[in-house]
């Protein structure tokens, strides 16, 4: 499921990055190009969020230094 969401996502950015591309042009001042440019940042940054903090090694964000080192631990024994 995420291997399609992923690549849903990355075409979406594709595809975005050629709109803002096309609409960008010097002679006419607008600045629609940078409305475009910003959907596909935060599209790409909820993909980098995505893939680096979803998935099969997903973060596990544990304060607790006794809980972490018990799970190391098992782990390396």
Known sequence: ?????????LSLILFL????FA????GTGSTAWLQWLTLIIFLTMGYVFDVSF?????????PDADNWRRKTEAVRN
């Not at 995420?2 to 690549?7: N, P």
């Not at 979803?54 to 544990?62: I, M």
């Open 23 to 26: 609409s960008y042009h010097k």
């Open 54 to 62: 979803t998935g099969s090694n997903t973060f596990v964000f544990d």
């Open 17 to 20: 990055s050629f709109v803002a």
């Open 1 to 9: 499921m995420s291997d399609l969401r992923h690549r849903i996502t």
